[in-house]
């Protein structure tokens, strides 16, 4: 018998026939001696719908008030699936995060778990219940009602999983597992059965909208055994998803490269003629941090006579923003030449921790893209991920050439492991 936790977003509670399914699914994994807590989403569309109405009754809406609205989704949702269990003569009982006691720090709409009392959950597990908990919901010290940001049910299950040390959580989503891309964009994608706890992070920093980043970055703190699987399988489908594990535990068939992410939202700004001085730096991006944007990519220019240029990116929502700062501020104070600025712009990322051992995957990267006349316009490495920001045009071309050129089509061989 192992402990189970299982986490359904809001796709797979969308409908009455959906939580009908969910409840089928949990039945199944208690027949076979498991116990069972399951965290579930609002109905999909819901969370939306609350904040919208909140939003119209108050434009500008006080966040303890906002989180008091946001959390009833998930509340809806734990008491109709702990109906349908009981349809099915399943024992079950559903707990908010208050009733847990899920503590969090007071920041209201994104807040942090701090801590989970699982002696409740173990007291109703004990009893042979099955515990349906509400995701993205907790209170903070002084029993105000938090929410942990969008995408936050995630973070729930896996935060659970960790307090209750369970064999393993389980994220049942509307997609069967992590892809090497987004098949929508590359028709050839291919799930992945197991990728390292390292590269899911990437992808989820990068925007693969899979996993909330903060549940993966639970995750690996806590080594807690997570998998991603689809809940519009049957029920009695024994597909594994895709496993995130953590690199000692990885064979030796893993591929260097796992995934290409890729986001539209970003746009470059490169300030032109600034003098290469001590401060310069700080000079351009201070009052850009202050305004609390958040700069992606930054390059700096070799400087010739004493001037250089500086570049970054930005999401593209800030652009405006950005460039105003720039212009009314920056531009004056520093004496740049210019701000000149790109809104159609794109990030492709190659992402693997083979490429902490293997030479020459930028390289191979830039050679695939040069092949089909893609120009690179700005190159970011990390240990385990290369980025490069190309015309938002050739995005999707960009994606499938690399797809190819890294044969993410195939699965991991001995070959492909020497490439
Ligand atoms: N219902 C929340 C949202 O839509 C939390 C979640 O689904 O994970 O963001
Ligand atoms: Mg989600």
Known sequence: ??????????????????????????????????????????????????????????????????????????????GLLAL?????????????????????????????????????????????????????????????????GRGGSDTTGVALAAALTADECQIYTDVDGVYTTDPRVCPDARRLDTITFEEMLELASLGSKVLQIRSVEFAGKYKVKLRVLSSFTDVNSTDMGTLITFEEDQNMEQAIISGIA??????????????????????????????????DMIIQNASIEGMTDFSFTVHRNDFKRTMQILESNVKPAIGARAIVGDDKIAKVSLVGIGMRTHAGIASKMFRSLSEERINIQMISTSEIKTSVVVDEKYMELAVRVLHKAFELDKPATEERMKA
């Open 84 to 148: 349908a269990l009981h349809k099915l003569g399943v024992k079950a009982k559903s707990c908010t995060g208050f009733q847990v006691r899920i503590l969090t720090d007071d920041a209201y709409s994104k807040a942090r778990i701090l801590s989970i009392d699982e002696e409740n959950m173990r007291r109703d597990l004990a009893t042979g219940h099955v515990v349906v908990v509400a995701g993205f919901q907790g209170i903070d010290a002084k029993g105000n009602i938090t929410t942990l």
């Open 262 to 295: 890729f986001n539209r939202d970003e746009a470059k700004i490169t300030v032109v003629g600034v003098p290469d001085r001590p401060g310069v730096a700080f000079a351009i991006l201070g009052p850009v941090a202050d305004a609390n944007i958040e700069v």
């Open 1 to 78: 018998m192992s402990l189970i936790v299982q986490k359904y977003g809001g796709t797979s509670m969308g409908s009455p026939e959906r939580i009908r399914e969910v409840a089928r699914r949990v039945e199944r994994f208690v027949k076979e001696g498991h116990q069972v807590v399951v965290v579930v989403s609002a109905m999909s569309g819901e969370t939306n719908r609350l904040l919208a109405l909140a939003k119209e009754l108050n434009p500008d809406p006080d966040p303890r008030e906002l989180d008091v609205i946001a959390s009833t989704g998930e509340q809806v949702s734990i």
